[in-house]
Every structure is written in C-alpha cells, then in structure tokens.
C-alpha cells in the first residue's frame, strides 16, 4: 500500500521533471542557433541559391500545393512552389 501510494506521488514528479528539462534543452538549442543565418520568407528558389549556395540535397516536392525541401548543412529551407514558406535551423 505504501509503495502505490509512493509510486503514484513520485511518477508525476518525475515525468513533470524531464518535460522541464526538455524544454530547457529547446530554449537552449535555439539561443545557440541566433547567429545562424537562414533564408526569409518570401524568397525565390533563385535567390536562395545566390545568397547560400546549392542546397547538399533537394527533395522531391510533395503535396498539392507542392511543398519541396531544400536541405543545407546547418538548416532545412521548406518551398511552396518557388517560394521559401519557412527555414529550420538543424540540431
């Protein structure tokens, strides 16, 4: 009986406990990642290329509209049509 009643106080503790963590490792990575520069919403296909060089992969576009991806070293460049819709910096 002791030990449910243990059990049952301490597991929430330690499943809130690693979320708090995993959110400090979040905010973290991404102060570390500011100085990265990625492309702006908005931008040609064209201007990608001339400001950051060929992607290391370009992925097949998927999806109607047709949403493709552009993978770089330190960040991925997601395109709908020739258009950059959004940049993730890598882990």
Not at 1 to 20: G, I, Q
Not at 27 to 37: E, G, P, Q
């Amino acid at each position: 009986m002791l030990k449910k009643r243990l059990l049952s106080t301490l597991l929430p503790l330690a499943l809130f406990a690693s979320s708090l963590q995993a959110e400090t490792l979040l905010i973290n990575s991404a102060a570390n990642n500011k100085h990265i520069n990625t492309p702006a919403s908005g931008q040609l296909m064209a201007t990608v290329i001339s400001r950051f060089g060929d992607p290391q992969s370009r992925l097949a576009s998927v999806g109607n509209p047709p949403i493709s991806r552009w993978l770089y070293k330190n960040f991925t460049v997601y395109f709908e049509n020739q258009r950059v819709i959004h940049s993730v910096v890598s882990r």
